[in-house]
C-alpha cells in the first residue's frame, strides 16, 4: 500500500479527485462540444428574442439606430399605437384591420388545406396504377420554391388582358373586361387562402396518409358485416381514427399560417384586404422605420402563437395519452 493511501493528509482533496475524475472529464467535453452550437443558438435566436422584447418597450427609429442601446424607454406607448393603429384594429366590415385578416385567413387557410388534404389522401389510399406517380405529384407544390409558385400564380392572375386566367375567360366570354384578382378588396383575400391551401396541402396529405395505412382493417372488415357502407365507415371508423391526427395537423398548421409572411408578401404585399401581423410588422420596420413599433407587433403575435403552441402541445399529450 501506499504511503499516500496510508496517511490521508498526503491524498489529493476532494474537489481535485473530482475535478479529474472520468465523470467530471466527460462533463467537460460535453460542454465543449456543445458550446458551439449554443453559441450561435443564442446569438441567432435567444439573444435578437430578447433584443426584440426590450426594442418594443423603447423608441426606435433611424434617427437612433447607431445607438440603439440608448434609445428612450417609453414602456407599452408602442403597443397602445399598435393597437390605435387604423392597419391593426377593426374599422368595419370595409376594413377588418390586420388582427381580424389574420384570425380569419389562419382559420380559413388551414382548415382547407386539412380538407384538401385529408381528400387527397383518401384518394391516394386507394390502391391503383401509377399511385407512386400520383403521390410525387401531389408533392410538388409543396416542395416547389415559394418564390417560383407564386410569381407563376401572379403571371396566371395578371390583371392585364394578357394574363393566363383572363385570356381565358374573355376567350369564352365569361367576363367583358379584364379583373384584378390581386387587387379586388374580398376576391384577393380569397385567392391568398386558396393558395394557401393549394401550397400545403401535400403536407397534410402525408400526415393524415401515413395514419390511414395503419388504421387496422379487421374494423373495416367488421363494418361491412353490419352492412355499412362508405360513408357510414368513412364517419365511424376511418373519422374517429384520424381525429387526433386532424386535431394535432390543424393545430400545427394554424401556427405556421398565423405566422406566415413571404405567400401573402410575394401575391399582393399585403394590401387589398389582405394585410396579416407578419406583414404589419414589415412595414412599421421597414417602411415606416418604426422599430420599436414593429417589435411590439411581433411580440404581440408572439403571445397569439404561444397560446396556440400550449393548446397543441396538450392536444398532442392526449393523443399520446390514448
Not at 357502407?229 to 371508423?237: A, D, E, G
Request: overall charge positive; aromatic content about 14%; proline content about 5%.
Amino acid at each position: 500500500m501506499s504511503v499516500a493511501a496510508k496517511d490521508p493528509r498526503l491524498r489529493p482533496p476532494v474537489s481535485r479527485r473530482r475535478w479529474h475524475s472520468l465523470e467530471a472529464r466527460e462533463a467537460r467535453l460535453a460542454w465543449v462540444l456543445i458550446a458551439p452550437t449554443a453559441l450561435i443558438v443564442f446569438g441567432l435566436i435567444i439573444f435578437p428574442a430578447i433584443f426584440s422584447i426590450w426594442i418594443s418597450f423603447a423608441h426606435v427609429t433611424l434617427g437612433n439606430l447607431h445607438d440603439v442601446f440608448h434609445a428612450p424607454f417609453v414602456g407599452l406607448e408602442k403597443y397602445r399605437r399598435v393597437f390605435n393603429d387604423f392597419a391593426f384594429k377593426w374599422q368595419g366590415f370595409h376594413s377588418w384591420g390586420a388582427a381580424v385578416t389574420s384570425i380569419v385567413y389562419s382559420f380559413t387557410a388551414t382548415s382547407l388545406t386539412l380538407l384538401v388534404g385529408l381528400i387527397a389522401s383518401l384518394l391516394l389510399n386507394r390502391p391503383f396504377r401509377g399511385r407512386g406517380l400520383a403521390r410525387a405529384v401531389f408533392l410538388i407544390p409543396y416542395v416547389a420554391p415559394i418564390v417560383s409558385v407564386a410569381f407563376v400564380w401572379r403571371w396566371i392572375l395578371d390583371p392585364r388582358p394578357s394574363g393566363v386566367l383572363n385570356d381565358i375567360l374573355l376567350k369564352l366570354g365569361a367576363i367583358d373586361l379584364p379583373i384584378a384578382y390581386l387587387a379586388t378588396r374580398g376576391l384577393a383575400l380569397l385567392i391568398v387562402i386558396i393558395f394557401e391551401a393549394w401550397r400545403y396541402f401535400p403536407f397534410a396529405m402525408l400526415m393524415i396518409l401515413a395514419r390511414l395505412q395503419a388504421v387496422d382493417k379487421t374494423l373495416y372488415e367488421a363494418a361491412d358485416v353490419d352492412g355499412a357502407n362508405t360513408w357510414h365507415k368513412f364517419l365511424h371508423v376511418t373519422l374517429p381514427e384520424l381525429r387526433y391526427v386532424l386535431g394535432a395537423l390543424f393545430l400545427l398548421r394554424l401556427i405556421w399560417t398565423f405566422n406566415k409572411f413571404d405567400d401573402i408578401f410575394l401575391l399582393t404585399g399585403g394590401g387589398f384586404g389582405t394585410n396579416e401581423l407578419p406583414v404589419l410588422t414589415y412595414q412599421f420596420s421597414f417602411k415606416s422605420f418604426d422599430f420599436g413599433k414593429g417589435a411590439a407587433t411581433a411580440m404581440i403575435l408572439l403571445v397569439i402563437l404561444v397560446v396556440f403552441l400550449l393548446i397543441y402541445a396538450n392536444t398532442i399529450m392526449k393523443g399520446t395519452d390514448e
